[in-house]
């Protein structure tokens, strides 16, 4: 049994900050590429960022803002969120697509974020 683990969720306001954080457990060996999206109220769910040895990504909305990280060892990976606007508040699911050792992608439950103004 594998699953994403999310954490970090909550209130804060306008230009504060929040940490979120994803983590692999189970039996899985390795996970390369760990992704980071989000679905506002009434908004399609858009790709946030995004982490592969290839390097990182990031919506143009975030870029500048957020960080995506990692640590492979534990399977992990981490969204630090700074300068955090109303736009912001949406639900975040942590995302790790189909890729060797992992050939069914997997979700995570999501975690509210709410950025009050």
């Known amino acids: 049994q594998v699953q994403l683990v999310e954490s970090g969720g909550g209130l804060v306001q306008a230009g504060g900050s929040l940490r979120l954080s994803c983590v692999a457990s189970?039996?899985?060996?390795?996970?390369?590429?760990m992704a980071w999206y989000r679905q506002g109220p009434g908004k399609q769910r858009e790709l946030v960022a995004r982490?592969?040895?290839?390097?990182?990504n990031y919506s143009d909305s975030v870029k500048g803002r957020f960080t995506i990280s990692r640590d492979s060892a534990k399977k992990a990976v981490y969204l630090q969120m700074n300068s955090l606007k109303p736009g912001d508040t949406a639900v975040y699911y942590c995302?790790?697509?189909?890729?060797?050792?992992?050939?069914?992608?997997?979700w995570g439950q999501g975690t509210q974020v709410t950025v009050s103004s």
């Open positions: 189970g039996s899985i060996f390795k996970i390369n590429v």
């Open positions: 995302n790790a697509p189909r890729q060797p050792y992992l050939p069914l992608e997997l």
């Open positions: 982490i592969s040895s290839g390097g990182t």
